[in-house]
């Protein structure tokens, strides 16, 4: 029986906590809203980020991290507080999860204060690792703006591959946006 079939819900009770060398990767708690929105409501984090808005204003980080527990309850998500013991919150990642396609979504996002350290190439391999062992998913994908070469370094890093380019997929802040997309499948 897979993670997503076991009899204490779609992804099991609670949430694990992943560790890599540098990093812990936890759920995330009530007490780290401050912090998402220091880091999150920077605007260079939302200008290369889909869903994230500018300003981010008070009560966002709240209600983003209220679903988190529905989400892993109901098996569509499983995110993560990336964390280092030096530097505490860094960002955060996790999957949309499309169990019926044994797929899901990756996103990710670091604190412009820690960007260049390798946290993100490092916290993608561990999620990368729990959606193909322990989650028994067969494929995860992600995209990113093409203007942010930086994310697909990171993906690639992590053994991902590219799939191609959707030209003027999004639009925010008043332009459309190319985006590429990367994947990989579980026998890679």
Known sequence: MSQLE??????????PTLETDRLILRPFRAEDAAAVQRLAGDPEIASTTLNIPHPYEDGMAEDWIGTHEPGWADGTMAVFAMTS?????????????????????LGYW??????????????VRAVLQFA????????????????????????????????????????KDGRFEDVTEYAILRGE
């Open 132 to 171: 193909f062992e322990t989650l028994q998913l067969n494929r995860v994908h992600a995209s990113y703006f093409k203007r942010n070469p930086a994310s697909g370094r990171v993906m690639t890093k992590a053994g991902m591959r590219e799939e191609g380019i959707r030209r003027q997929h999004f639009f």
């Open 85 to 105: 013991p030096e530097d505490g919150l860094v960002g955060a990642i996790g999957l949309s999860i499309k169990a019926a396609h044994r797929r899901a979504e």
């Open 110 to 123: 670091v604190g412009v204060p820690f960007w260049n350290r390798g946290y993100a190439t490092e916290a």
């Open 6 to 15: 076991d009899s204490a819900g779609p992804l099991g009770t609670e949430p």
